[in-house]
């Protein structure tokens, strides 16, 4: 067999066999980047919105990656939905209707809520879901849904 066919194969073995990894339970919590900052593009804080509306992710200081890729300084956002309080943030997140992960390293969605006042934050964490040390958290937005 040709060995640059031999060296492929391999390759191609080694990308497909699953390494072995740490829980998200077990995953250390890793540092933010001094001046790491996620914040809303939009909406704006304050604003009035219809039920299905876009909200945008902004981010500083770091890069965005989908769940599981391990590259320094980047990780995915969680939207946090009307939380009265925060999950904890030195494990992996919950995904609930409140906690919502975008762990393919989406930055924006399309959210539907029903009429009223609502609060809006990010949280960016990394591969494992876990937040960075210190959080790399927004502050919470509130909007209204007519």
């Given at each position: 067999?040709?060995?640059?066919?031999?060296?492929?194969?391999?390759?191609?073995?080694?990308?497909?066999?699953?390494?072995?990894?740490?829980?998200?339970?077990?995953?250390?919590?890793?540092?933010?980047?001094?001046?790491?900052?996620?914040?809303?593009?939009?909406?704006?804080?304050?604003?009035?919105?219809?039920?299905?509306?876009?909200?945008?992710?902004?981010?500083?200081?770091?890069?965005?990656?989908?769940?599981?890729?391990?590259?320094?300084?980047?990780?995915?956002?969680?939207?946090?939905?009307?939380?009265?309080?925060?999950?904890?943030?030195?494990?992996?997140?919950?995904?609930?209707?409140?906690?919502?992960?975008?762990?393919?390293g989406q930055t924006e969605t399309e959210?539907?809520?029903?009429?009223?006042?609502?609060?809006?934050?990010?949280?960016?964490?990394?591969?494992?879901?876990?937040?960075?040390?210190?959080?790399?958290?927004?502050?919470?937005?509130?909007?209204?849904?007519?």
């Amino acid at each position: 067999m040709n060995p640059s066919l031999r060296t492929l194969g391999l390759a191609a073995l080694l990308c497909a066999s699953p390494l072995p990894t740490l829980s998200a339970a077990e995953a250390p919590q890793l540092p933010a980047p001094d001046g790491a900052q996620v914040y809303f593009i939009e909406p704006a804080d304050g604003a009035t919105v219809g039920q299905t509306f876009t909200v945008k992710f902004g981010l500083k200081g770091m890069g965005v990656a989908p769940a599981g890729v391990d590259f320094p300084a980047t990780g995915h956002h969680h939207l946090l939905v009307d939380v009265s309080s925060m999950p904890l943030l030195d494990s992996a997140l919950p995904m609930s209707e409140q906690i919502r992960h975008f762990g393919k390293g989406q930055t924006e969605t399309e959210l539907t809520l029903p009429p009223g006042q609502h609060s809006l934050r990010l949280l960016f964490a990394d591969k494992n879901h876990v937040p960075f040390d210190p959080p790399v958290i927004s502050e919470p937005i509130s909007i209204t849904v007519e």
